[in-house]
């Protein structure tokens, strides 16, 4: 008797698992792939005598095309073998565990540590200090993002345009016009003078856009603001009486400590402490400046959300037309939505400024709001935790390939590993909503709640039962 179940779950596997239809399903995934694979991988163009020549890596595309064809057979034989039962309506998930609550104060701790820790190893101190800020840019971003997508359920496309007006308005401002106006003396201070002057003008530029998408949703609202980040992109390339165009603004002053340069001066940073000169002094303190603007960034989000205009956020996301029979002004909601979610990108865009030193339109093009977007949605729509994981896991991704050295040895000779790390986040975005569809980090604490608070899941946020 105790085979027979065994034999017949055997039959059941047989029966769901039909070869012809998977033999077709795997031809037809290995010619799609072959498609798209074939003139993005196979043809690369190099440079030749007085011209460009044409370069063929077959070898590459068909190595690529079998790791697709492979990691679909094995989906077919993961989903055959799945028990009938989970064929049936799946319950709602329960609460879980708050994860931001333990996770949180870890990641704050390490945060604030870091710079100490990347001390114990000299040789790889700046390269690990220069990732920290990186990660933490697109974490100021994603946070800023989040209140636009996650909270306001408002499609944002546009979100690097609101990255370059903060960039764009500190160095112009502390280039040009500060000297003019108050001297050479405003330079020390340009940074902390400028960077609320570039948040307000960014999130100016958040209510002008806001306008003209009053009434659009979805697809439509996506469409008009991808338009507004090209728009803003190609003003800044052809306007070069004002912004350089595409010779970019350079020579940008970066942050003084009170006043002190980071220099072997008398008045420098080192001699006001009495220690040594040392260039990664300067990175560390742009490291905990961006630390400190996101962390502000977190915390302003978090009260506004307990604030009726987070609600207000919310409801619109829910249901726009129910917010609208409940009193809510739709307008102002979505204006603030986007002017504060702007702020925000503006305040990172000068910090992107000052630590650059360079910028120009080639720094702010769809690839960067697209980055940012996928941090948002592969984090969970409005989890603050969960766009600090998806920042770690997206931005990790790029400089995993700049140490698989040893892939040159397997692929074809002049292949660089690092030109594959879009192809391996694009899979690993893939992965995330086939497994988890909602994000990284699907709980969600309620701004309201009667008598007792309860722990929402995003599974039933999203279908509106939240």
């Avoid at 077959?58 to 989970?86: D, K, M, N």
């Avoid at 001297?183 to 948040?199: K, R, S």
């Avoid at 800044?236 to 004002?242: E, S």
């Avoid at 040594?276 to 502000?296: D, G, N, T, W």
């Amino acid at each position: 008797m105790a085979g027979a179940p065994k034999s017949n779950q055997i039959s059941a596997v047989a029966k769901t698992l039909d070869p012809a239809a998977m033999a077709k399903d795997l031809l037809f995934t290995a010619i799609l792939s072959l498609v798209i694979l074939g003139p993005i991988v196979g043809l690369k163009t190099v440079p030749a005598t007085g011209s460009l020549a044409l370069e063929q890596r077959w070898g590459t595309v068909l190595v690529l095309v079998g790791i697709v064809v492979v990691g679909r057979l094995i989906f077919h034989l993961i989903a055959a073998r799945r028990p009938a039962s989970r064929a049936k309506a799946a319950k709602p998930a329960g609460p879980g565990v708050d994860v931001g609550k333990y996770l949180a104060p870890i990641l704050l701790i390490i945060a604030l540590a870091l710079p100490f820790i990347a001390s114990l190893a000299p040789s790889q101190e700046r390269r690990l200090v220069d990732l920290a800020i990186l990660m933490m840019t697109y974490v100021m971003l994603g946070w800023g993002l989040n209140v636009v997508v996650g909270l306001a359920g408002l499609l944002d496309l546009g979100y690097v345009a609101f990255y370059a007006v903060g960039a764009y308005s500190y160095a112009l401002l502390s280039t040009r016009y500060l000297p003019q106006w108050f001297g050479d003396g405003i330079l020390p201070w340009a940074f902390f003078v400028t960077l609320p002057i570039a948040g307000m003008l960014a999130a100016l530029w958040g209510l002008i856009l806001g306008f003209p998408v009053l009434r659009l949703r979805g697809d439509y609202l996506a469409i008009v603001t991808l338009a507004f980040g090209e728009i803003i992109r190609i003003i800044l390339t052809n306007w070069i009486n004002f912004t350089g165009g595409p010779a970019g603004i350079d020579a940008i002053p970066r942050p003084w400590f009170f006043g002190h340069p980071f220099d072997d001066s008398a008045n420098g940073f080192a001699a006001l402490f009495g220690i040594e000169s040392k260039p990664i002094q300067r990175i560390i303190y742009l490291y905990y400046i961006i630390l400190a603007l996101a962390l502000v960034t977190n915390f302003v989000t978090m009260k506004l959300r307990r604030l009726p205009i987070g609600r207000a956020w919310e409801a619109l996301r829910e249901d726009e037309i129910a917010c609208r029979s409940l009193g809510i002004n739709t307008t102002n909601t979505k204006l603030t939505a986007f002017a504060i979610g702007a702020m925000f990108a503006g305040f990172a865009g000068s910090f992107f400024a000052t630590r650059q030193g360079f910028i120009s339109p080639e720094s702010f093009n769809f690839m960067e709001s697209a980055t940012i977007l996928a941090i948002v949605v592969l984090g969970g729509l409005g989890s603050q935790i969960g766009v600090v994981a998806a920042a770690i896991v997206i931005v990790g991704f790029f400089e995993v390939f700049r140490e698989m050295n040893f892939l040159k040895e397997i692929l074809p000779e002049g292949t660089d590993p690092v030109q594959f790390r879009m192809l391996a986040v694009g899979g690993a975005m893939v992965m995330i909503m086939r497994w988890r569809p909602r994000g990284l980090i699907t709980r969600r604490d309620p701004t309201v709640y009667l008598k007792e608070k309860k722990a929402v899941p995003t599974e039933l946020v999203a279908q509106g039962h939240g």
